[in-house]
């Protein structure tokens, strides 16, 4: 089912013309005053020193899936990633996505017990602090990886994912507003369905969210990531057959339509799950970097 839910009038959810005239992202340099457009900013340029050093959270290989869950739930306010180092080296990352999935396919409590190497993801990106941040924003919104790794020195790294690049959308100048975001269809699931049927609709969304039926309220990984933390117990294999009526769901926080691209970072930047909406269609991070990379 496809979540297409006129909220307004209008109900706009169509995609803009792609022929509008580009719209440009502008910064104050941090390093000597001026002007300067996203497209030529490294990350030294824009964001202050305390965002950009912000450590990475990191795992061992010697921790099991069970502490990475428990980890994740616990900081999700703050990283939806956790770094898995070896020697003092990153060699992979973890995310809800890969914790949910890896229990669907493994629905037993000896899941919980394996190393978190089992699961990571061996695909992840380092940059230096003197990157482009153009060229990381337009990577993310074309493989929709949105988490990379920075290199401060040999044996420091900090992390650039989505909480940053809300930070750098809130310190942009822009004539970009709401209304330059197109509308996006989000499937739906009905609190009558097992957790297991939500998801594996979960997992054909590019974007992780899921709509409630007659509702507005939406369900993402990391829901159901609280979900498995809540039952408190590796033991507790028994979350596939609960059903999504257990679930806490997400309410985006409703804003104007007139909102500048750099007010609704802002908006998003003070909530746990970063989601808002008009009367006619919800905004997520993913659309935040789409709409950036189109002012590159």
């Known amino acids: 089912m496809i979540f297409n839910r006129r909220f307004g009038s209008l109900g706009r959810l169509l995609s803009n013309d792609s022929s509008k005239p580009k719209k440009s992202l502008i910064f104050q340099s941090l390093l000597n005053g ?3 457009s996203l497209n030529i900013c490294s990350f030294e340029e824009v964001l202050p020193y305390s965002i950009l050093s912000n450590p990475i959270s990191t795992i061992s290989t010697h921790d099991n899936i069970w502490i990475a869950a428990a980890m994740l739930a616990r900081i ?3 990283t939806n990633n956790l770094v898995v180092v070896e020697d003092g080296f990153p060699i992979g990352t973890i995310d809800a996505k890969q914790i949910v999935s890896g229990l669907q396919k493994n629905p037993t409590a000896k899941y919980f017990e394996k190393s978190v190497s089992k699961i990571m993801s061996p695909d992840f990106y380092i940059d230096s602090r003197n990157v ?3 060229s990381i924003l337009k990577r993310m919104n074309k493989t929709k990886n949105f988490f990379t790794i920075i290199e401060n020195d040999k044996a420091n790294f900090s992390q650039f994912s ?3 690049v809300l930070e750098v959308g809130s310190l942009c100048r822009s004539d970009i507003t709401v209304s330059d975001i197109p509308g996006r269809k989000i499937r739906t699931f009905s609190r009558d369905e097992r957790i297991n049927e939500v ?3 979960l997992e054909n969304e590019p974007i992780g969210l899921l709509a ?17 933390k809540e039952l408190n117990t590796p033991q507790n294999d028994k979350i596939f057959d609960l059903s999504a009526s257990t679930l806490k769901t997400i309410t985006p926080t409703l804003i104007s339509e007139k909102l500048s ?5 802002k908006v998003m930047l003070s909530l746990r799950y970063p989601y808002v909406m008009t009367q006619d269609q919800i905004i997520t ?3 935040i970097v789409e709409l950036m990379c189109k002012g590159i």
């Open 199 to 201: 998801i594996r609709r």
């Open 132 to 134: 482009n941040i153009s």
């Open 34 to 36: 001026e002007d300067i």
């Open 261 to 265: 691209l750099a007010e609704i970072c």
């Open 285 to 287: 991070p993913e659309d």
């Open 162 to 164: 989505i909480k940053q």
């Open 212 to 228: 409630l039926k007659d509702d507005i309220a939406f369900i993402s990984y990391e829901v159901l990531l609280e979900k498995i």
């Open 76 to 78: 999700s306010d703050a």
